[in-house]
């Protein structure tokens, strides 16, 4: 199935807000017997961290979070992070949730979506399409993994499965991923009526 490249997206990249101290300008009189105070620095805010791509040698050509949208459907990619499914930290959210983990690799995100049109658009019972899949090399698709323990529950925020979103509706959630093989780029790809169309977000090191 033939792929395209969406040419326009949304992107907001993460900005890092140098504060910087202030410096007083008022004059030191003679007289005066006490220094003038020097107001406090403030404290500059951490960095969020919304990805640990590098880490598995993928470079990013866009900064997170990245918007994709086609047809009325609005997904946006909040953060990424590949774990290893024996990891601590993935086996503590496979086993609250009751993902299945049975592959190399678990992937968590952080989405929001929203439905700007004017019909419902679901991943239901009532239609079992998904709407948008990863990609991390060519065909090498990653699969959704079920919160077995969330399953039942229509738009959890916690962890999804099903979704239902009426027109002008959002939900910000998180949603988990297996994948078994290697990371040789990474591409984002949404459902239209024309096929799959996405975005390419990294790609490998010396590309």
Do not use: C
């Amino acid at each position: 199935m033939k792929k395209t490249v969406i040419k326009t997206i949304l992107t907001a990249a993460t900005v890092s807000m140098l504060v910087l101290p202030y410096s007083g300008g008022a004059e030191v009189f003679a007289a005066q017997t006490k220094p003038a105070a020097t107001p406090a620095a403030k404290a500059t805010a951490a960095p969020i961290m919304r990805d640990n791509l590098a880490k598995y040698g993928l470079v990013k050509k866009v900064e997170l979070p990245v918007t994709i949208e086609k047809e009325g459907l609005s997904y946006t990619l909040e953060k990424i992070m590949i774990y290893e499914s024996s990891s601590a930290t993935a086996q503590s959210l496979i086993k609250k949730y009751g993902y299945y983990g049975d592959k190399k690799y678990f992937i968590w995100t952080k989405i929001t979506i929203q439905n700007n049109s004017k019909s419902v658009i679901q991943v239901t019972s009532k239609d079992l399409n998904e709407k948008w899949q990863m990609h991390f090399g060519g065909d090498k698709r990653a699969v959704t993994d079920m919160p077995r323990k969330l399953s039942s529950k229509l738009n959890s925020t916690e962890a999804i499965w099903d979704w239902k979103l009426n027109p002008d509706q959002k939900i910000s959630t998180y949603q988990a991923f297996l994948y078994d093989d290697v990371f040789s780029e990474f591409n984002i790809f949404l459902k239209s009526k024309s096929g799959w169309e996405g975005i390419e977000v990294a790609v490998g090191k010396g590309k």
